[in-house]
């Protein structure tokens, strides 16, 4: 069962990819972070008949279970090298030119650790 200290575990890269190329997974690995999140939200949840709206709106199938056995942050790191791998020339990774941080977008222009604009 995911819980939101595993959100912290996310490499920041692999949340960069998934956040801003949510265009390129594949049906599986959408459904299986899908399938996290709903974990993360029963665990927010009470009423079992709210619980059974969020299964049925993200089914898990046993491709997406499968993908999910090694945890979140596995799963964000394997969507990020699969997408880099197969998209690795329409991925932008937007670092900092002063200090090498990733930037929140790719289009953004302000450092988030530095804060440096260009
Ligand atoms: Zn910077």
Known sequence: MATF??????DKLSW????HYQ????????AALRGFHIQLKSTEVESLAHKGLLKRWAPETPESRA???????????????????????????????????????????QCPECFERW
């Not at 960069?16 to 956040?19: C, D, G, I, R, S």
């Not at 265009?23 to 959408?30: A, F, I, T, V, W």
Request: hydrophobic share 35%; net charge positive; glycine share 4%.
């Open 5 to 10: 200290e595993d959100l912290k575990r996310i």
């Open 67 to 109: 993908k999910m056995e090694n945890g979140m942050a596995f799963l964000y790191d394997a969507i990020r090298d699969r997408v880099l791998q197969d998209h690795g020339t329409e991925v932008i990774i937007n670092r900092c030119p002063h200090c090498n941080a990733l930037t929140r977008t790719p289009r953004a222009r």
């Open 23 to 30: 265009h390129l997974l594949k049906p599986d690995e959408l």
């Open 16 to 19: 960069y990819v998934v956040q």
